[in-house]
């Protein structure tokens, strides 16, 4: 991609990546890590035109999220998950894979380094996606404490 002077990466995180959760340390650890290793990415590849993304898929319905739901570790575990698809917070999967087209075609480049999520409304997203950049919003940052960038 930088010897072509083009091209957008996308890593997956999830809902553990900006929130703690009770037995979610390796899970949500991983997915910061992730991030944040999107966004530094992003800042040593922004100068040839390669640009990264973090994309949280949403709460889908898959072989992982049903052995949440009906496994006894799932329930002991993650005994919140069935809560969330009682409330519909679960999306389909396509909603996660137009955005990533969309990311793949250049319409969100504005927010490269910057966590979206299929649960976005992309033309939402489009029109508020110079504001989100400037505010330094959708990245993990520290709140309430100034940190300059290298």
Do not use: W
Not at 13 to 39: C, D, Q, W
Not at 98 to 125: K, S
């Amino acid at each position: 991609m930088i010897a072509r002077g083009k091209g957008r990466i996308v890593n997956l995180v999830g809902g553990g990546t900006g929130n703690s959760f009770p037995h979610g340390s390796g899970y949500a650890s991983s997915k910061a890590a992730i991030m944040r290793l999107t966004e530094c990415l992003n800042d040593t590849t922004t100068e040839h035109r390669v640009f990264a993304f973090a994309v949280d898929p949403g709460l889908v319905r898959s072989a992982m999220t049903e052995a949440q739901l009906f496994s006894d570790a799932g329930k002991t575990y993650l005994p919140g998950i069935q809560k969330l698809f009682d409330d519909g917070v679960n999306i389909e999967p396509s909603r996660a894979a137009l955005l990533i087209a969309d990311i793949a075609g250049g319409r969100f480049d504005v927010l490269a380094g910057r966590l979206l999520r299929g649960v976005d409304d992309r033309d939402v997203l489009e029109k508020e996606m110079h504001a989100v950049a400037a505010a330094d919003a959708r990245a993990l940052r520290f709140s309430m404490i100034e940190q300059q960038k290298l």
